[in-house]
């Protein structure tokens, strides 16, 4: 049966955030405590399973779990597969899913606040090695926590999983873990999400963005964009526009399970980029100013013992996971460390701002044209 959940305390959380009180969200207590949410989900999963294509519906279901008394507590919720690559039947047997829940019902629960969430599930079914997949994609998102609060909160769970369309009743346990939501996160900077395809260049705060570009460098991950998408902006990341503002963009990154770092057996490279392995790094940033980049390694180089902590002392990794863990950040710190490797892997790859503004305005003038055909 599920085990008793752990839950933060407010004052807690806001020592962690480091954000006033007047900025709170509703939810934010929930991505405040950094302990695991052990629950229940009662649902028809074999359905969610089967759940490919797209105009999905929501599937009927039940959360439960035991609050601080230990009394038993439940909810109802609707759930839907998300994602896409993820979503491919060849690679994962169990897709990840968006919860929803009825907030009249959890006012004043362990998921007060909640509405839509996301869940990053285990993936595949019978694989107990996919549980450190999960854990080192969390403790990526916990790692840019800790370079920017301009960054999705997540909270680690163990779902005991129920489905509802087998005649016998079997539990399995896995490990999973909540995504922040694209609202939740705009409403704690005070900005709303870019609902466009295309990003302007020119429109993006070049410290946001060389922050978020050097992280996809720390974690080895070169399949990202934040200035296009092939249906809306952007590929693994999502930008955000600050209210009373038209420039100074902030991009976010999120999904990092193809990355080098997570090395999961199904990931891939970028095509752009033949020649590399999963666990090469192949630095993708803008030519931002060198005052800019330069103040950006700095501050992942005051970040570095906070980054190693998390990582060494978490509890999640073990063995070959956490040793391979711990060498690629090696890696990263010595490149960015040392001046001939910086130049070469960082600053003599730089994009030009010219060039990409020239290319995203020639897309747009493209679909435009196409439009009026």
Not at 159 to 175: F, G, Q
Not at 204 to 226: I, P, W, Y
Not at 330 to 349: G, L, P, V
Not at 353 to 369: S, W
Request: aromatic share 12%.
């Amino acid at each position: 049966m599920y085990s008793r959940p752990i839950v933060s305390c407010l004052a807690a959380f806001w020592l962690i955030s480091g954000l006033s009180a007047a900025a709170q969200a509703p939810n934010y207590e929930f991505f405040g405590s950094h302990e695991e949410v052990l629950i229940r989900l009662e649902a028809p999963l074999t359905s969610l399973k089967k759940q490919r294509g797209d105009d999905l519906e929501w599937l009927e279901g039940v959360v439960r779990w035991e609050d601080e008394a230990g009394v038993a507590q439940s909810t109802d919720v609707k759930i839907r597969a998300r994602g896409k690559y993820r979503r491919l039947r060849s690679t994962c047997h169990f897709p990840p899913y968006w919860v929803n829940f009825k907030k009249s019902q959890v006012k004043g629960t362990l998921f007060d606040g909640l509405d839509k969430v996301k869940i990053v599930s285990h993936c595949r079914d019978g694989f107990s090695s996919f549980e450190n997949y999960i854990y080192k994609e969390y403790l990526c998102y916990r790692t840019y926590n800790i370079i920017t609060d301009r960054s999705f909160r997540v909270r680690l769970a163990r779902i005991e999983y129920l489905d509802t369309e087998r005649k016998k009743e079997k539990v399995d346990e896995h490990v999973a873990f909540f995504i922040e939501h694209n609202d939740s996160l705009g409403e704690r900077m005070d900005a709303t999400m870019f609902e466009g395809r295309h990003v302007l260049p020119s429109k993006v705060s070049h410290e946001d963005l060389c922050r978020a570009e050097l992280f996809q460098f720390f974690v080895g991950n070169t399949d990202f964009s934040f200035f296009t998408g092939e249906e809306e902006c952007c590929h693994n990341g999502k930008v955000f526009i600050p209210n009373g503002k038209d420039d100074e963009y902030i991009p976010v990154p999120y999904d990092f399970d193809l990355s080098g770092i997570v090395n999961t057996p199904y990931a891939i490279v970028d095509p752009h980029f033949p020649n590399l392995s999963v666990r090469d790094r192949h630095y993708r940033g803008m030519g931002v100013s060198r005052e800019t980049l330069q103040d950006t390694l700095i501050h992942y180089d005051r970040k570095k013992d906070e980054i190693y902590d998390l990582w060494q002392n978490s509890g999640l990794l073990e063995g070959a996971d956490l040793k391979g863990a711990i060498r690629y950040i090696d890696e990263f710190y010595d490149f960015i460390r040392t001046k001939k490797k910086r130049k070469r892997e960082i600053i003599q790859k730089l994009r030009s701002f010219e060039v990409m503004e020239r290319a995203i305005l020639e897309d747009i003038e493209k679909e435009k044209q196409e439009a009026e055909q």
